[in-house]
């Protein structure tokens, strides 16, 4: 059901429409943690290991689906605002023929290069051919993996977050059900992984798309055009610099992923557990400053700024709330949280992860609050605001990394996390109280004070 965010009063509406974001969140990275657990658990600690190297690269995909999924939802949250819903089906058809275009080109770009990029990364050989399977089968279903992203960015920009949660719990049960008959009953290892994701992802998108296409057609307009090449260029305005920034940032934990390598496979495993928590929980963040942009795009189109404001404080009282429980059993439960990937008696393992979640998890409530505060700037368009912030935090990350790692070990690249966090935190806050937000250019009127 479509939800119109420019009434009612704020609080309340973004709660009511970021809760199920937040669930589909959680149930969206059961993937990950799913392929990983019982990998781990069935399939050895290199299992975990291969699957944890070829992490980083299937990010880099991930990044450019985000992007183009920010793109699209900004766009049509602000036409769906503004009740221009000719020009807001035109944004929807664009976006769903040129991610399609962009998927099939990602393909072929990683069919060829993937497995050098392994090489490149310095993966361990004992776990390399594991590692390239996975990202084969991966790559494969890229198609399924952009085209889910694109629908739900377009369910959420309607004000629907509930359809999305929806296919999420079934399909992420269906990957569950997969990944244990293919890795714990077939023994099929990494790849039986891999094909669970890629079969329960697939029946998500197509069933995802059916729906969406229905939802768009019952919403009364006038004729429109399917394709639109300035509608085109407007989504890139958000698209292309999100794009960028997600993509900047799995480059960048590119070269942590390097870092972490030269520790040996069991850091390497450790470090992939640790990653997956710190995704769950970092991810959870990002959904709600997404639902705070489509709450912001929304109320822009509608020319209401106050509602923007209310919007902010409300989405910063539940990420910190939230960030506070996983902080609480991170820190307390860390070595239970760990043990759930490997045998809790893989020592080495554990430490590494364990310390990876006691150092970074207690600073979860500052970057939530940065998050908060990117939902708005992307929210409004302020693309270049939002991306200094974000590459700030990813510079430091890498730099801190790279010089700490050789005095304090593994845990000088965990340290790169909460302080890379806290500078990025005070740089979007700058932006946020300067009101840079306000004043967007991706309508084509002026925003009212």
Request: charge should be positive.
């Amino acid at each position: 059901m479509n939800n119109d965010l420019t009434v009612g009063a704020p609080s309340k509406q973004l709660r009511v429409f970021c809760i199920p974001l937040l669930l589909s969140a959680m149930f969206q990275q059961l993937y990950n943690i799913a392929d990983s657990v019982i990998a781990g658990q069935f399939a050895g600690k290199d299992a975990l290991a291969a699957i944890g190297a070829s992490y980083c690269i299937t990010m880099i995909f991930m990044a450019v689906a985000i992007g183009a999924n920010t793109g699209c939802n900004v766009i049509v949250s602000m036409l769906y605002g503004a009740k221009d819903f000719e020009r807001m089906k035109t944004s929807v058809w664009t976006s769903l023929i040129s991610v399609s275009a962009v998927s099939i080109l990602l393909t072929v770009v990683g069919v060829i290069f993937c497995r050098p990029m392994l090489i490149l990364l310095a993966t361990p050989d004992n776990i390399m051919t594991d590692a390239a399977v996975y990202l084969d089968i991966y790559i494969y279903g890229l198609f399924f993996l952009f085209l889910y992203n694109i629908c739900t960015g377009i369910f959420s920009a309607l004000g629907d977050s509930k359809t999305p949660f929806y296919f999420l719990v079934a399909s992420s049960i269906g990957n569950v059900v997969l990944d244990l008959l293919f890795v714990a009953v077939f023994h099929w290892g990494v790849a039986g992984a891999a094909w669970a994701t890629f079969l329960a992802q697939g029946a998500a998108a197509v069933l995802a798309l059916v729906v969406l296409l229905k939802r768009v057609a019952k919403i009364e307009s006038g004729p429109y055009p399917r394709f639109s090449f300035p509608m085109l260029r407007k989504i890139c305005v958000v698209a292309i610099p999100s794009i960028l920034q997600q993509s900047f940032i799995s480059v960048g934990n590119l070269f942590i992923q390097n870092l972490v390598n030269g520790f040996g496979s069991d850091v390497v495993a450790g470090y992939s557990a640790a990653i997956k928590l710190n995704t769950f929980a970092l991810t959870s963040f990002t959904t709600l400053g997404n639902g705070t942009s489509v709450f912001t795009a929304q109320n822009l189109g509608a020319q209401k700024t106050d509602r923007v404001r209310q919007g902010f404080r409300a989405g910063c009282t539940i990420s910190v709330v939230i960030a506070v429980l996983f902080t609480l059993v991170y820190v307390v439960f860390s070595r239970y949280m760990i043990g759930l990937f490997v045998n809790i008696n893989e020592t080495e393992v554990v430490a590494a992860g364990t310390a990876f979640l006691r150092i970074a998890s207690p600073f979860y409530a500052v970057i939530s609050i940065k998050l908060m505060g990117d939902g708005v700037l992307r929210g409004a368009g302020a693309m270049k605001s939002f991306m200094v912030a974000t590459f700030s935090d990813l510079i430091l990350r890498v730099v801190l990394a790279m010089i700490m790692s050789p005095i304090f070990g593994s845990n000088g690249i965990w340290y790169s996390w909460p302080i890379g966090w806290t500078i990025a935190t005070c740089i979007t806050m700058g932006f946020y109280f300067s009101g840079i937000w306000k004043h967007t250019e991706l309508l084509d009127k002026p925003v009212k004070e």
